[in-house]
């Protein structure tokens, strides 16, 4: 288990090279959508709930296009590398069905694109929500003709990767608020002065006022959440430079490994991505990489958001790492990213 300020234990992860994808965290309006009143259906219809497994799209298209350039395009927009994880896995897992086979419990999935071509249609694409079950999400592609449907993909591939990204991140950040340690988070609060949607389920390991540490601890699993804050003399020291050196200095002296001399570190062979990211109208940089054990024989992926508090001249970091030997990360990261991207200074 990987535990701050505690020993880290178990067998080493094997960290290899993977191909960073660099997507855009664009806002997007949900167009088109139903209106829904306060029981979540359409004309105050009860909906059902989604079916589907987190980061799983269910793609509605004819069998010769899913074969083709629209559907090979597509495939490809899916099937993108998860960014900074230790091994390749996809942005999502990918379901296709015909429109004759789009029935029944295929309709409820969390999240559909649906594509239609017709000699009678413009092309157009819309994004909409709660169609069948709630809370449901549906890219609905209209085209005359497959090469205008592989157009209207192209063009629009970040927006839909986005819309995708965003509403599983949404989802968890929802469901987290609503199910909150107020324990832990008034405990953070107290220290950092940062909101944070932490559910139930995670153990405080300490806390104080620059570093507190919150994880789910099993014998093949440490997920970790890290809180760390140090003085900065203005906006200039959010730099990625900064962040690492910063990180380095902290998990050295609090993330230990199971001998004196091992903690943790950001791996020197693989140079995390940083990305400017505007939440909730602060400036964040977000780091994404690999961490490893320096001195040990351990590593796993690590994701950041930093912040420069100028009312008490401080940077404040919320950083989540995964330790989880053998085993695909991509859900647990994606969980860890709901935390973080919940983070308010208060």
Request: proline letters at 5%; hydrophobic letters at 40%.
């Amino acid at each position: 288990m990987v535990r701050s300020s505690t020993p880290l234990k178990d067998k080493a992860c094997l960290l290899k090279r993977t191909g960073f994808f660099v997507f855009s965290f664009l806002l997007l309006m949900v167009v088109s959508c139903n209106t829904a009143n306060q029981q979540g259906g359409v004309g105050g219809k009860i909906m059902p709930n989604i079916t589907g497994g987190t980061g799983e799209v269910l793609v509605v298209m004819d069998q010769s296009n899913w074969d083709n350039a629209a559907g090979e395009l597509l495939k490809d927009i899916l099937k993108e590398e998860y960014v900074g994880l230790p091994q390749s896995e996809p942005l999502f897992d990918v379901i296709q069905v015909t429109a004759a086979a789009f029935e029944g419990v295929y309709q409820y999935h969390r999240s559909i694109i649906l594509t239609t071509v017709n000699s009678g249609l413009e092309p157009k694409i819309r994004y909409r929500q709660n169609i069948w079950a709630k809370p449901q999400i549906i890219v609905q592609i209209e085209a005359p003709t497959s090469a205008a449907l592989r157009e209207l993909i192209s063009e629009n591939e970040e927006q839909i990767k986005s819309f995708l990204i965003q509403y599983d991140r949404n989802r968890l950040m929802n469901v987290y608020k609503e199910s909150k340690d107020p324990a832990i988070q008034k405990e953070i609060a107290e220290h950092h002065q940062v909101r944070l949607a932490i559910p139930r389920g995670y153990n405080m390991d300490f806390s104080t006022d620059e570093f507190t540490s919150v994880s789910i601890e099993s014998p093949d699993l440490s997920q970790v959440i890290l809180v760390y804050e140090y003085p900065a003399s203005g906006p200039e020291d959010l730099n990625t430079a900064n962040i690492i050196k910063e990180r380095n200095i902290f998990t050295k002296k609090y993330t230990k490994g199971p001998t004196e001399d091992s903690y943790m570190t950001i791996s020197k062979m693989f140079k995390p991505i940083a990305y400017d990211l505007k939440i909730n109208n602060m400036d964040v940089v977000e780091l994404r990489g690999l961490w490893e054990l320096e001195n040990g024989f351990m590593g796993g992926p690590f994701l950041s958001h930093s912040i420069y508090d100028a009312k008490r001249s401080r940077i404040i970091t919320v950083d989540g790492y995964v330790y989880h030997p053998n085993q695909k990360k991509r859900v647990k990261m994606r969980q860890l990213e709901a935390i973080i991207y919940s983070m308010e200074i208060i």
